[in-house]
Nanobody
């Protein structure tokens, strides 16, 4: 059983900052890609940022230069530092991880429960 637990969401004014965290726990043999997606009301879930074990990173164009993704492999934890937040960043942010469980032969995708980020004056 693998679980992703997110923390760090909340409300902030435009131009402010927030830091999201997501820890993967359970019977984990290896975590490959970790990252964040977001879903605004009435919209599809979109990629925000991904990081592999390299670590190599990939960002959505809309967050480049403002958001930074990082990870702590020893803790199976991924972070998202969000700076210069804009109202259009308002969404539910979901953690994602590509995990091979102990005893498993393949990687599977796991999702967190989501954390709300609201940017408003």
């Amino acid at each position: 059983q693998v679980q992703l637990v997110e923390s760090g969401g909340g409300s902030v004014q435009p131009g402010g900052s927030l830091r999201l965290s997501c820890a993967a726990s359970g019977t984990i043999a290896w975590v490959n890609v970790m990252g964040w997606y977001r879903q605004a009301p009435g919209k599809q879930r979109d990629l925000v940022a991904l990081i592999d074990s390299g670590p190599n990173t990939n960002y959505a164009d809309s967050v480049k230069g403002r958001f930074t993704i990082s990870r702590d492999n020893a803790k199976n934890t991924v972070y998202l530092q969000m700076n210069i937040l804009k109202p259009e960043d308002t969404a539910v942010y979901y953690c994602y991880a590509d995990v091979r469980p102990v005893g498993g032969a393949r990687f599977s995708a796991y999702w967190g429960q989501g954390t709300q980020v609201t940017v408003s004056s």
